[in-house]
């Protein structure tokens, strides 16, 4: 039972354009949604998060979307850049009612072409 | 800064051996915890600790077994290696105040054969 999902394994999006990565989760507790960007043989870094008490958290050219609602965030990029490259995990948790460990999504690839 | 430190980078384990994956943080966070990373199932959580002396079964712990004796150190030890546990494993920390976002070593590849 999956409970945080990012159905797209992988992304291409052209130097400049928008890149929106998408994340679904199906466990209404959880109030806490973070993103990480991993590039190979290094760990997961922190990119940016959003608490459900908010429906939007901007930072540079990184916004994270939420929509309770239909349990689903999304990260835009804007512009995207070569250095954007990355697999990019969504994660959950129940963080303001309990502190709980981060559930992760199984991660986005996402290529950005010059 | 250190963050947090991982030991070995890799390693390879014949089956049946035991092991012990080091992990130290140098932030003082409370909570630490332990991932796998496979290819098309992401990052899945094997133990975790919410604070010195507790620890937690996360989705995946057969097989594993974690301590958590000081704020510090969380090593991970494999009792008897098995193929499948072949993976790149990282271990995080959490800051102890909001934002609350984790801080990832920089993962100990295990292959066992």
């Known amino acids: 039972d999956q409970q945080v999902k990012q159905n797209s394994p992988s992304l291409s999006v052209q130097e400049g354009r928008i890149s929106i990565l998408n994340c679904d989760y199906t466990?209404?507790?959880?109030?806490?949604f973070l993103w990480y960007k991993k590039y190979p043989a290094e760990g997961p870094t922190f990119l940016i998060s959003i608490s459900s008490i908010k429906d939007k958290n901007e930072d540079g050219r990184f916004t994270v979307f939420l929509n309770k609602s239909a349990k689903h965030l999304s990260l835009h990029i804007v512009p995207s850049q070569p250095g954007d490259s990355a697999v990019y995990f969504c994660?959950?948790?129940?963080?303001?009612?309990?502190?709980?460990?981060?559930?992760f999504g199984k991660g986005t690839r996402l290529s950005v072409i010059a | 800064t250190a963050g947090i430190t991982q030991a070995p980078t890799s390693q390879i384990l014949a089956a049946g051996r035991s092991m012990t994956l080091r992990c130290t943080q140098d932030m003082r966070h409370n909570a630490m915890y332990w991932y796998r990373q496979d290819l098309g199932l992401g990052l899945r959580l094997i133990h975790y600790s919410n604070t010195a002396g507790t620890t937690g079964k996360g989705e995946v712990p057969d097989g594993y077994s974690v301590s958590r004796a000081n704020t510090d150190d969380f090593p991970l030890t494999l009792a008897s290696a098995v193929p499948s546990q072949t993976s790149v494993y990282f271990c995080a920390s959490r800051r102890n105040g909001p934002p609350g976002e984790l801080f990832f070593g920089e993962g100990s590849r295990l292959t066992v054969l």
């Open positions: 994660a959950a948790s129940r963080y303001f009612s309990g502190n709980t460990p981060l559930v």
């Open positions: 466990n209404s507790m959880f109030d806490y």
